[in-house]
């Protein structure tokens, strides 16, 4: 048995209910509370005594009861483990233990790199000449490089093994041989805490990959990790930046955007999300100009959209990334202020799939966001669009026989059916699926937002995206 799983078993033997889950109504043998993951009036989330698993049958959420801590308090499943652990009063001595020696290893290869870039002229030249990075950036980032001398030399002169190099990912058996991983690569430390947990290696010259990562270990999961991330700034600022690359993330970081961070050279998921919300519910997404770019940014949106994140896409002009647009002068600031909020990127730029984004704009958003977006983006062309969904079916009943909830100025809201249906001087807007008992104060809650949005200055776009400033 590994370490973990070890460690895990002692966890639930000594744990309870009660420990995790807070004062839930014993019902037989079993647990139920009120679901902390959606509202509800009716317990319908159930915890299992003899594993501590829980299932909630009100929103579908299930797992473990360390599944449990990593969604409740957006943690990683290392951290979830400690959390319990220390409720359950085990030492985690022996996991500890166990990832000692990858970080050392890591270490030892970060002093070997960054020292190997301080006698190699042409890397330190591409570097402040080509990408136009400070010694500071470069210092701050602890960058280094490969050189002629085998990483796997120097650590085993260090008393590494074979096994420890191949394990940590620095290294690798090919022909009975011990090789470097990385090699003719500029070399980026990934770090957690001030710990170095892998690497990841960039080439000077048109090779592919362009970007090598450290591959998966028990401290590196590139899923979860975003490179230069500084909570801090991002609590300052109040949002995230999100970027592509590593050198987008430093020279973000020279020009003062210091809540910048990226993806490690994977596609945005729900690890990164996770991330990002301990320490903010906005991500401001700029990526590069380049029609691939602008695909990235709509799969990185629709991500954090449906993670129900704030924010927008910044749009770059052709051909530039930000490394590349900073560098000419330019500032991201005011791209961040011409930025489109998700629901307008996604809805101008998936018209072929009207259905699909009105479920995700409509049907699973709160009130607020929807009237957000009909008060900014309710242009003639976007409100046909979203006439073309439902007006065919809605339009060969009379609407206007149908009870009336709410009317404001030239809106009214009717109930037709298990639906309540904007109209606008008399024309189908949209409708919107009830999914509370009191819908009159959602009615009138949807009418009231949008006639307080409209009221404000003319502005277009999310306001709270225009109040963004970089500190």
């Given at each position: 048995m590994s370490d973990t799983m070890s460690d895990k078993a002692r966890i639930l033997e000594r744990l309870t209910v009660f420990d995790v889950y807070g004062h839930p109504k014993q019902v037989g043998k079993d647990f139920v509370m009120k679901c902390q993951f959606h509202e509800e009036k009716t317990a319908s989330f159930h915890i299992y005594t003899d594993s501590l698993s829980f299932k909630c049958y009100g929103c579908n959420k299930a797992g473990s009861v360390f599944d449990f801590v990593m969604e409740k308090e957006r943690v990683s499943f290392p951290e979830a483990l400690r959390i319990l652990a220390e409720k359950a009063g085990v030492d985690l001595s022996s996991i500890s233990n166990s990832n000692a020696g990858l970080f050392e290893i890591n270490s030892t290869a970060l002093n070997f790199y960054v020292e190997s870039l301080k006698k190699n002229e042409k890397a330190m030249e591409y570097l402040t000449k080509q990408r136009s990075l400070l010694p500071e950036s470069i210092q701050h980032f602890k960058i280094g490089c490969t050189n002629g001398v085998p990483l796997v030399n120097y650590l085993k002169g260090k008393g590494f093994t074979d096994e420890e190099i191949i394990n940590s990912g620095l290294g690798m058996k090919r022909n009975g041989e011990m090789k470097d991983f990385f090699f003719r690569r500029i070399m980026f430390p990934i770090a957690i805490n001030g710990r170095v947990i892998g690497f990841s290696g960039r080439v000077t010259g048109d090779e592919e990959p362009k970007y090598l990562n450290t591959s998966t270990t028990p401290i590196f999961r590139k899923k979860e990790i975003l490179y230069g991330i500084d909570p801090v700034a991002i609590k300052t600022a109040g949002y995230a930046i999100v970027v592509e690359g590593q050198l987008d993330v430093i020279m973000a970081h020279q020009c003062g955007y210091r809540n910048t961070?990226?993806?490690?050279?994977?596609?945005?998921?729900?690890?990164?999300?996770?991330?990002?919300?301990?320490?903010?519910?906005?991500?401001?997404?700029?990526?590069?100009?380049?029609?691939?770019?602008?695909?990235a940014a709509q799969r990185t949106a629709k991500i954090l959209f449906d993670g129900k994140m704030r924010g927008g896409v910044g749009i770059l002009p052709e051909g530039e990334d930000p490394d590349s647009f900073l560098r000419k002068g330019g500032t991201l600031t005011l791209i961040i202020e011409s930025a489109e909020p998700f629901s307008c990127f996604l809805t101008d730029r998936f018209r072929g799939t009207k259905q699909m984004i009105f479920n995700t704009l409509i049907l699973d958003r709160s009130l607020h966001e929807i009237a957000e977006f009909l008060a900014y983006r309710g242009t003639k062309e976007e409100i046909d669009m979203f006439r073309e969904i439902e007006a065919r079916a809605l339009l060969e009943k009379d609407i206007k026989k149908d009870p009336l909830v709410v009317r404001r100025k030239d809106m009214e809201v009717r109930k037709h059916n298990g639906s309540l249906v904007l109209l606008t001087g008399g024309r189908f807007l949209l409708s919107i699926r009830i999914n509370v008992e009191d819908y009159k104060k959602q009615a009138e809650n949807l009418v009231a937002s949008i006639l307080k949005i409209k009221s404000k200055a003319g502005r277009r776009g999310d306001p709270q995206i225009k109040r963004v400033e970089i500190r």
């Open positions: 961070c990226a993806p490690m050279g994977t596609s945005f998921g729900e690890g990164h999300i996770k991330t990002l919300k301990k320490y903010t519910n906005w991500a401001m997404v700029i990526y590069d100009g380049d029609k691939a770019g602008i695909n």
